[in-house]
């Protein structure tokens, strides 16, 4: 089975731009979710996708934003950028809740810049 | 709120050696699981080892293992005949059962020395 994709990989943006980072799961998987990694926070919540529809949500301003489509293929939009967007953004499937496992696959990640 | 504490920045090993890394969790929930995960210079996590909490025998894979003491809330990885490959950054992870928010800690980065 292929992995988890994210694309772009790397991406240098404007302060006051938005952007939008994709993420394919693994075939099959239905959860998607977002995670920002910083070296000062390190790692965080961002949302969380099933069936098209936002289940959970962390600590973040109305700025990040995300959905899911019908093939579970996930994005994310950051409106507005700050300096302190630019971090590490990982997505991670699962079998959703009915896997019973909660194992989450990460994708390598796309690296945004904010200048 | 649940919190997971790894207290060790950095650690090293020898090839071939032993390592232990630390971790501990904070959670007033019965149902959860947690896991190990690595994170080499490449940034892709890789899931190492998940342990449930309802089961006391503690989880292995292969070189990997984990000691699990419930009641302590405490979660170590011990790495056995520890590679090369092995070094990178490791984090210690919590989610509570009917959610897929993982919460992690801040990580230990594992020097493997030859």
């Known amino acids: 089975k292929a992995g988890v994709t994210q694309t772009p990989r790397y991406l240098i943006k404007t302060r006051g731009q938005q952007v939008t980072l994709s993420c394919s799961p693994i075939?099959?998987?239905?959860?998607v979710s977002w995670y920002q990694q910083t070296p000062g926070q390190g790692l965080q919540f961002l949302f969380e996708?099933?069936?098209?529809?936002?289940?959970n949500k962390g600590n973040f301003p109305g700025r990040f934003s995300g959905r899911q489509f019908s093939n579970s293929r996930s994005e994310m939009n950051v409106s507005t950028l700050e300096l302190g967007d630019s971090a590490l953004y990982l997505c991670?499937?699962?079998?959703?809740?009915?896997?019973?496992?909660?194992?989450?696959?990460f994708g390598p990640g796309t690296r945004l810049t904010v200048t | 709120a649940q919190t997971v504490t790894q207290s060790q920045p950095e650690m090293s090993v020898q090839e071939a050696e032993t390592v232990t890394l630390s971790c501990t969790y904070d959670?007033?929930?019965?149902?959860?699981?947690l896991f190990w995960y690595k994170q080499p210079p490449s940034r892709q996590m890789i899931l190492v080892i998940r342990?449930?909490?309802?089961?006391?025998q503690n989880a292995t894979e292969n070189r990997f293992s984990v000691n699990f003491q419930k009641a302590a809330k405490s979660f170590s990885l011990k790495i056995s005949d520890s590679q090369l490959g092995d070094a990178a950054m490791y984090f210690c992870?919590?989610?509570?059962?009917?959610?897929?928010?993982?919460?992690f800690g801040k990580g230990t980065k594992l020097t493997v020395n030859p």
């Open positions: 991670a499937s699962s079998g959703g809740l009915a896997s019973s496992s909660y194992e989450q696959y």
């Open positions: 342990q449930e909490a309802y089961k006391q």
């Open positions: 996708y099933f069936s098209e529809t936002q289940r």
């Open positions: 959670t007033s929930e019965s149902d959860y699981y």
């Open positions: 992870a919590y989610v509570k059962g009917g959610s897929e928010k993982l919460v």
């Open positions: 075939s099959g998987h239905r959860s």
